[in-house]
């Protein structure tokens, strides 16, 4: 093994949720369409070729993990990966509980989120989910759902797209006379250094004044600590906010459930031009829309109002990452919001009122000026822990520290597609497995450039503190769907 370089507090962060099993697999997917106007290469070679062009544009893919039980992690290359480790293709699935392909999808997704990566230290933990999907009869146009899960330390969201950006790029090359790879599944690991940690890419400075709330509500006693205003976090909180059921464990009981839900292309146009005309962006509207959505579905004795976090991407301020790298480079932003009560009226084209409207401007202008600068950054915290390990197990039995989350990776552009190149994606999709020690609800949310906007809703089960949990977000879900289209139709 190659030594690559220690791993930053935030890789840490993530190693340690993943070696005690509170945060398994990240996956960031897309459905590929294949024409198959005179091609032979079979799907496995194919892929194989595809994914020695990813690696060897993606150093965090041939990084293993060694130490991952300890303090001090650290990024070690093997001298060659066998491929064949990181490619699973299923049969298409049949389940009497599975009725149609969005079931389907619903099914291998959170089989794949709680996937569990074994053997850190000598395969580094990613592999593609390949699963046919039916195609219209008499139609050369094959379709996939391939699904790209990573640990968190190998990457963020917007690692995913960079990584389907590579691996569609590669099949293309794969069907080429001059393509650089052969399908051998073997293939020696490249020589490039890892890409620098978040800490080391941009300097993440706290002030005394935002350190020392944290700190000191740590370890002062709470009858000090509350009439002084100090928290032991640096998020905001109220006695009536939805928290859900405290945070809990179960190795054998882990289970991630989850919702898809999806908003039409033609909405989504109208729903950008609506956000465009009063200079907001669509990620604050969007915290609005699930607020009410919550609102509606829980009762006041249990939500009284709700506290955010959204992931904010810090790639703008960092030396030698874009956004075409893989990469672990967020933070977060928390806001509170105060419950909303809404009646049928609220589906309505009329229903974004201007009070909406004005607290939508807000959370777009906190949300720009958090991704504005790299100080005071609750990410930046992680640097003054230091036993990472039992502050993580101290989580547990706690009332969890927001609502939900929200983390939009945006719009995935492949770039036009040329008919003789084959391979295009038509629609993507992103989803965060069951977070232990985190909120409630996570709400992933990506689109395809000119394509539909694709939002899947994913939870711990039992951590809803809801008799029905499936019929909550099933609901949530639908007033979403609901209150978006009725903006793209105003």
């Known amino acids: 093994m190659e030594p690559l370089r220690k791993a930053g507090p935030n890789e840490r962060r993530c190693i340690v949720r993943q070696a005690l099993g509170y945060y398994r697999t990240l996956v960031v997917g897309g459905v590929y369409t294949f024409e198959e106007l005179s091609s032979n290469l079979p799907l496995g070679s194919s892929l194989i070729k595809a994914l020695k062009h990813c690696v060897a544009s993606h150093p965090i893919l041939s990084a293993c993990i060694v130490g991952e039980e300890t303090e001090t992690p650290e990024f070690v290359r093997p001298s060659f990966l066998n491929l064949n480790d990181h490619i699973e293709i299923l049969a298409t699935q049949h389940s009497p509980n599975v009725v149609g392909e969005k079931d389907l999808i619903k099914l291998v997704l959170a089989q794949t989120n709680d996937h569990v990566f074994t053997s850190c230290d000598k395969t580094p933990p990613w592999k593609i989910t390949v699963l046919p999907l039916p195609a219209e009869e008499q139609q050369k146009t094959s379709r996939y ?186 933070t977060a932003y928390y806001e509170l919001f105060p419950r909303t009560v809404q009646d049928d009226a609220s589906m309505a084209p009329n229903a974004m009122s201007d009070a909406v409207w004005d607290a939508v401007r807000s959370t777009t202008q906190s949300l720009a000026q958090c991704a504005s600068t790299l100080n005071d950054q609750p990410v930046g915290l992680l640097s003054y822990l230091r036993n990472m390990y039992p502050w993580t197990e101290g989580q547990i039995g706690k009332r969890r520290e927001c609502s939900y989350e929200v983390s939009n990776i945006m719009s995935f552009n492949p770039g036009p597609f040329v008919p003789e190149e084959m391979w295009n994606i038509e629609s993507m999709i992103f989803s965060q497995p069951a977070n232990v020690s985190s909120g409630c609800l996570n709400i992933n949310v990506v689109s395809k450039h000119q394509g539909d906007l694709t939002v899947v809703i994913s939870w711990q089960a039992g951590a809803l503190d809801v008799q029905d949990e499936q019929t909550l977000v099933e609901n949530v879900g639908h007033h979403i769907v609901k209150i978006l289209e009725s903006i793209g139709q105003s």
């Open 145 to 330: 759902l391939i699904l790209f899960g990573y640990y968190h330390s190998h990457g963020d969201g917007k690692s995913g797209l960079a990584f389907h950006k590579t691996l569609l790029s590669g099949l293309k090359q794969a069907h080429g006379a001059n393509c650089a790879y052969d399908d051998a599944p073997k293939f020696a690991t490249p020589g490039s250094p890892l890409l620098p940690t978040l800490e080391m890419a941009g300097r993440l400075s706290i002030s005394w004044s935002y350190l020392l709330s944290p700190l000191l509500g740590a370890y002062l006693p709470s009858f000090v600590a509350n009439p002084l205003g100090i928290r032991a976090s640096a998020t905001p909180e109220a006695d009536d906010q939805w928290a859900g059921n405290k945070t809990f464990f179960d190795s054998d009981g882990y289970q991630t459930r989850l919702e898809v839900i999806s908003v039409d292309h033609s909405h989504v146009k109208k729903i950008l031009q609506a956000c465009r005309e009063r200079n907001v962006k669509f990620t604050g509207l969007l915290h609005q829309v699930i607020v009410q959505a919550l609102s509606r579905e829980l009762p006041f004795q249990k939500a009284g109002c709700f506290v955010s976090q959204t992931a904010v991407d810090l790639r703008s301020h960092l030396d030698g990452i874009s956004d075409d790298d893989m990469a672990l480079c967020p």
